[in-house]
């Protein structure tokens, strides 16, 4: 990979004067898939801003559950806040990549980068969550705007998530054979503002499924999704499944989610 | 080229590295520990596992410079006054190794497995963990007795 | 003798100690003094001219030692590769085969074709500046697919205008016809056998080091053969005469058969030390190398068509073969799908009449040569798909289908070449039935259904050759090298031995089955016993480790050479103990003169040989060293059933692999803790291609989808079974440790029982390999769209 000039700065104000002060910046929070893309030639940033020395991780729970930005896969998995909160949070981040992966990257990272297959958007989105930065909170709904593109402004950071208790929620993924990603993810939600459910895996990012959300409307069981049909219209079609298959995995993945949900 | 310094199988190193030197680059070739392997470069096959501060990480996905005062162990780091791990033992008991390039990782997830999960691991769950590790030549099976064994004996 | 080191015994293995410990020592973990890093400009386009190369401005990057083009390689009278196995097609013209040069000549002919090569002081750099090299290339029409070959107007090379490289038969066409006439029902099948990418999981690597001084080349590289590497670098290539030039295959990760061939990156290594003044060159592939550039394996697309007789009887067999090639003849190519493929089309059954034709073909993607189990898994899949599909046609139990038209009586001469010398077929599906508790199948089917899951049983009765032999025949048949072993047996003066073998291991724990050998024959301890292999400065020759040949054929040559050190060995322990050299006795290590109570240790006599004090040196000489060359007289023939038992999910169409029993008959085991190993892996391989890996390249664009293990699906442990297996035994006749071969046939029986079982399950004819979640969803939902 090409070289870059490394920060390592230890406070977000400081993080975020070094990307500002440089257009071709980075923030790295894991690497988990900066460092991949970087290898491969597919980004090449001049400068990279580590925020592994923010130490901004942790789990508070209080009448809504905060994730701090560079909380660790695994530390979200084995939170025992989070497994009360919302356990399908917990089994989510379990599930993310492979153990090694969970090690080192974050939260914050997996939903700044915003990977159309990657798992946390589907649980922000599918929750409800608000994406606290530096600078302002973001509606989930809000946030994911495209592939690999976010409501981010350039040099803005996150620096927590924070996600409303629902009542009952669920993820279920199909992962891709070969990278293990998500082929289709559905996280479901049964929340105070109505049922949610999201989709990851399927198109150029995260989206809610509002065909299952209104099935699920009419009863939080997975027999309300029977006979739903998602349309496999702007469903992305490669070489591991047509856009009919991942449709089809949707309505599959939804009532495994419901089936699942605590 | 800025200086690093860590703590390498119990040893204090240090060396210059560039900002992209991965931590596989730094330990393979400036510190010559080669038990560590590098088998892809899209961060999947585990070759590359070695401990960081306790915990399995893939020493390809990770910058060198960014682990600065890191406590790292490689392969060459398990064995103990000429004795081998468990781990590492019951890998030779069970034949849960062939060629012996996917090893070392194989061998330091498993013991990562156990650190986190405990000793009593079925056969799902052992293949399940063993997700972020690849091995073309035992076909897992004997991998998979070789963890099992070697977690109880940890 | 009874130590449990012995034959039979499950020794752990030697080498383990420094694989576990990370000591072993890969080609990537040597570095020498002042070397340098190569990195390789390949071609974007399937197919294309080269107009130009312009290496000004790479050459100016920081750190840039050397760059080379084909023009470089030309003007050093480099040899292009070369494929040794000539195929004469059906009329009499040998094969065609086109350039290929080392580093690309007007013409690149697949996306990762070596156009040229940067040496620099870095390998980041070195990369970089090759990302400089700016190529001028002109497209042209490719062709990726083998079915689309023949006669495309993508015409790939000169010498093949119809991209057709060979038409080979094999058998009588006109007494199969005549079988066929006389049929009462004809079994036809479509099969595509698909491509496979071998990913050992130590990538390819080489250094190439000049000597300045002494005018010699040292090359460290990844090789399943040494000794072929140099024979051919010299020989064919020229870099240097043999003893000019060592070659060193250090411990390797893994080979499959990807490492047994002659590639272009590693001979540019050695060539292009001299030209960067000596330095060494060190090379190690990217995994996107290895996908783009290393040889792949199998793609075949068959028809074949079975004749049974009232009774069930196979009376005919017909197949016609189209065999992907790649855009290149690699080393070996040409014999996988003619004489390691079709000569095998006879399975485990007595089956008169057989012909089969193969049309090899070029294609714009990177050669195809032996992968696990080269052509034989080809084969088997097409015997055993068409067997369980004539059993369904004919509405018999395909257990019973197979045993009633398995061939019963040794030694068998089947239509295509082969004749087998031992077996029970029988005695392996017995087992095998019992194992898999096919009994219990029909209630497990039926739990699954409830479930709304779909259950499969599927059969694969294999037979594969291995050991290819002899020489005198292969020889015949077209090889350019002869297919024996060497072995040299050198019994140190306290005792102590080492084995220098032309084997290669890999994986396959030579340092542990090969000493078990010794130990056995000669009573030493096997910690006393060494094995060196790998280095053509040790080694005198070898012809390496493929084809499941080191043990049938390898531990042979190392036999023989024991047998001559224990006759010298007899002759001084006679000369020493003043005795007939017929009344000396050798057991458990011991010397000993019948009917009296003089004995001498192994270890005595050995110092005894080195001393040479107490025999007429005249009549003896001093020293106990052997050696011994090994051509089979035949090949070995491993065969077993395997049985797998699959579910699907119904609405997912992900399938599981339930149960998998093998039975296999490997005749005498020398460590059955490896053979069993040895299974594992293979049926993981075999499973693999069955359900999980495809090489996939675009047919628009001909650039390579699955070149990554992003897209390329590896088999995880999560992903396969424990197995069940069971052995049976019929010792080989044609060697003296009665063994035959197990490294391959884990891959060659299960691909067809996987599918077996998957077709069984879906109530269908086929579904493509690799019957991933998708495809099987395809056909779910085309079952119920009949339905409905």
Known sequence: MENFNYHRPASVDDAVKAAKAKPDAKYMSGGMTLIPTMKQGLASPSDIIDLGALKNAGVSLGSSLVIKAGTTHAEVAASADVKKAIPALAGLAANIGDPHVRHKGTIGGSIANNDPAADYPAACVGLGATIHTNARKIAADDFFTGMFSTALEDGEVVTAVEFPLPKKAGYAKFPNPASRYAMIGVFVADTAGGVRASVTGAGSGVFRAKDVEAALGNGFASASLNGVKVSAKDISSDLHASAEYRAHLITVMAKRAVDAAK | MPAISMKVNGEAVCGDVEGRTLMVEFIREKLGLTGTHVGCDTSQCGACVVLVNGKAVKACTALAIAHDGAEVTTVEGLAKDGKMHPMQEAFRDNHGLQCGFCTPGMVIASIDMVNRLGKDLSEDTIRHELEGNICRCTGYHNIVAAVKAGAANM | ?788
């Not at chain 3, 107007?153 to 093949?160: F, G, L, P, T, W």
């Open chain 3, 1 to 788: 003798m009874d130590n449990g080191t012995g034959i039979g015994a499950r020794v752990k293995r030697k080498e383990d100690h420094r694989f576990l410990t990370g000591k072993g020592n890969y080609t990537d973990d040597i570095n020498l003094p002042k070397q340098t890093y190569a990195y390789f400009v390949r071609s974007p386009h399937a197919h294309a001219t080269i107009n130009k190369i312009d290496t000004s401005k790479a050459k100016k990057m920081p750190g840039v030692v050397g760059i080379f083009t084909g023009d470089d390689v030309a003007a050093t009278k480099l040899g292009g590769l070369i494929c040794g196995w000539m195929i004469h097609s059906k009329d009499g013209s040998p094969m065609k085969a086109g350039p290929h040069p080392i580093l690309a000549l007007g013409k690149v002919r697949y996306v990762g074709d070596h156009v040229a090569v940067v040496i620099a002081e870095t390998r980041d750099l070195a990369k970089a500046a090759a990302a400089a090299v700016d190529v001028d290339y002109g497209v042209l029409p490719h062709v990726v697919d083998v079915a689309d070959a023949m006669g495309h107007k993508a015409q790939i090379h000169e010498v093949a205008p119809d991209n057709r490289v060979f038409n080979w038969s094999i058998g009588d066409e006109a007494a199969t016809d005549a079988a066929f006439k006389k049929a009462a029902h004809i079994t036809k099948i479509d099969l595509v056998n698909n491509r496979l990418i071998p990913n050992a999981m130590e990538p390819r690597a080489a250094i190439g080091y000049y000597d300045t001084g002494a005018e010699h080349y040292t090359l460290y590289t990844t090789s399943q053969n040494p000794h072929v590497a140099r024979l051919v670098i010299s020989a064919f290539h020229g870099l240097a005469p043999e003893h000019k030039l060592r070659v060193i295959a250090p411990d390797v990760g893994g080979g499959f058969g990807s490492k047994i061939f002659i590639y272009a990156e590693e001979v540019v290594c050695a060539w292009a030390s001299k030209f960067v003044g000596g330095r060494p060159v060190k090379w190690t592939a990217e995994r996107t190398e290895s996908f783009l550039a290393d040889a792949h394996g199998r793609d075949h697309v068959t028809h074949a068509e079975m004749a049974t007789d009232a009774s069930g009887k196979i009376i005919g067999f017909k197949v016609h073969t189209k065999a992907a090639m790649g855009a290149y003849l690699s080393t070996f190519s040409s014999c996988v799908p003619t004489y390691l493929y079709a000569t095998l089309l006879s399975g485990q059954y007595n089956i008169p009449a057989i012909y089969a034709e193969v049309d090899a073909l070029y294609t714009n993607t990177a050669p195809v040569d032996a992968y696990r189990g080269a052509g034989r898994p080809e084969a088997t899949y097409v015997v055993e798909r068409i067997v369980e599909t004539a059993a369904r046609e004919l509405k018999m139990n395909p257990a019973e289908f197979r045993r009633k038209n398995f061939i019963t009586q040794f030694p068998h001469q089947t239509p295509v070449i082969m004749c087998y010398d031992a077996g029970d077929y029988a005695a392996a599906l017995d087992k095998a039935l019992e194992i898999a508790d096919v009994k219990g199948f029909p209630a497990r089917k039926k739990a699954s259904a409830a479930k709304g899951n779909f259950r499969g049983l599927g059969y694969s009765a294999y037979i594969e050759a291995c050991g290819i032999a002899p020489s005198a025949a292969v020889g015949s048949l077209g090889a350019g090298v002869g297919l024996w072993e060497s072995a040299e047996v050198r019994v140190n003066p306290v005792g102590t031995v080492e084995i220098l073998t032309g084997s290669h291991s890999h994986g396959q724990g030579h340092e542990t089955t090969f000493a078990q050998l010794v130990s056995d024959r000669l009573g030493v301890d096997i910690n006393n016993v060494a094995i060196v292999h790998g280095d053509t400065d040790k080694v005198q020759f070898g012809m390496g480790t493929y084809g499941s040949r080191s043990g049938a054929v390898g531990m042979t040559a190392i036999s023989k050479a024991l047998d001559k050190v224990e006759a010298k060995a007899k002759r001084i322990a006679a000369a020493v103990m003043e005795s007939s050299v017929d009344d000396i006795e050798f057991k458990n290590g011991t010397f000993t003169v019948k009917g009296t109570d003089k004995k001498m240790a192994f270890g005595e006599v050995a110092l005894s040989a080195y001393v040479a004090h107490k025999f007429n040196s005249a009549e003896i000489e001093p020293g106990l060293k052997e050696s011994a060359f090994h051509d089979p007289s035949n090949f070995v023939f491993p065969a077993g059933v395997h049985i797998a038992e699959i579910e699907i999910d119904g609405e997912t169409g992900v399938t599981t692999v339930a149960n998998y029993t093998a039975v296999d008959d490997f005749g005498n085991v020398i460590n059955p803790m490896i053979v069993e190993g040895q299974v594992h892996g293979g049926i993981t391989q075999g499973i693999g291609q069955a359900l999980i890996e495809g090489c996939v390249y675009d047919k628009e664009s001909g650039q390579l989808v699955t070149g990554s293990y992003m897209d390329y699906q590896m088999p995880r442990a999560a992903d396969v079974p424990s197995y069940k297996l069971g052995f049976t035994c019929t010792p080989c006749p044609s060697n003296p440790l009665g063994m035959k071969g197990c490294g391959e046939a884990g891959a060659i029986g299960s691909p067809p029982a996987i599918m077996n079982a998957v077709t069984d399950a879906l109530g269908v004819k086929d579904v493509p390999m690799p019957a991933t979640p998708h495809v099987v969803w395809q056909q779910l939902q085309h079952l119920k769209k009949a339905a409905e």
